[in-house]
């Protein structure tokens, strides 16, 4: 698609240039935003990252979607939300080495700035 271009930032674990393929193409994947609409979701995460998007037909050209492959499923998420990446992140980051296994609760939060808006976000199970 002409105006459209998407590149891996960074990945959790190595992948083979199918897998690169398959991790970038995102038309498949269950939007967060959407799927925690009903309630809480479960995530065991197997392999996640950071795509950099480049849309020209979009408001905001450049911006980055975050991709989770659930373990169990095989299921791929996305977001663009930088809270619940940032959460996310911190719990990777603790449990990087650790040999207990552990999973995501995704879930939404009110906003506090923005009135009658949710934010999603997620803990550790």
């Known amino acids: 698609m002409e105006g459209y271009s998407v590149s891996i930032e960074s990945v959790s674990k190595e992948l083979t240039a ?3 393929i398959q991790f970038k193409d995102t038309t ?5 935003d959407e799927v925690t609409q009903n309630g809480a979701v479960i995530i065991t995460p197997s392999i996640y990252g950071v795509l ?3 849309n ?3 408001d905001n050209a450049d911006y980055n979607n975050y991709i ?3 373990e169990e499923s095989g299921e791929k998420y996305v977001t ?3 809270s619940f ?5 911190d719990i990777a980051n603790e449990m990087k080495g650790e040999e207990e296994s552990w999973s995501i609760k995704v879930y939404r939060v009110p906003s506090k700035n923005y009135k009658g808006k949710d934010f999603i976000t997620c803990s550790i199970i």
């Not at 498949?28 to 967060?32: D, E, G, I």
């Not at 990446?85 to 992140?89: D, G, I, L």
């Open 85 to 89: 990446w940032t959460s996310f992140m």
């Open 18 to 20: 199918k897998e690169r």
């Open 56 to 58: 020209e037909k979009s």
């Open 68 to 70: 989770i492959i659930d």
């Open 52 to 54: 950099n998007v480049h």
């Open 80 to 82: 663009g939300s930088n």
């Open 28 to 32: 498949s994947a269950l939007k967060l």
